[in-house]
């Protein structure tokens, strides 16, 4: 496998999974079966000129998008995403729960 294909299947798995597409979603929006996505993925087959258009189409991205330099190391997977979310939410409540006993304690004293 080239330089450019594999930047072209982390990019295609980032942007599918950015979409909250799982493969079998991507394939019906392309209509081609869940395999011909599943094996892009995994290298084993090469999309076509038009399957390109159709997946970055159903991805919501311009088709050159998927043959960058691999945004794999610059952009949070969706997980990745959840758990800073989770840890944010988790911090500001705590602060925010702290600010108001602080308040309280001011308040009634």
Do not use: W
Not at 22 to 45: F, H, K, P, R
Not at 69 to 86: A, P
């Amino acid at each position: 496998m080239n330089e450019n294909q594999a930047n072209f299947i982390q990019n295609m798995k980032f942007y599918r999974r950015r979409a909250g597409l799982s493969q079998a979603q991507l394939a019906e929006n392309c209509d081609v079966s869940n395999g011909t996505i599943g094996n892009i993925e995994c290298g084993v087959t090469k999309p076509s000129f038009d399957l390109i258009f159709a997946i970055a189409k159903a991805l919501s991205i311009q088709a050159s998008d998927l043959f960058k330099d691999s945004i794999k190391e610059t952009k949070l997977s969706s997980s990745q995403v959840e758990i800073v979310s989770e840890t944010v939410n988790s911090a500001v409540n705590e602060a925010v729960t702290k600010a108001l006993k602080d308040l309280r304690f001011r308040i009634e004293h």
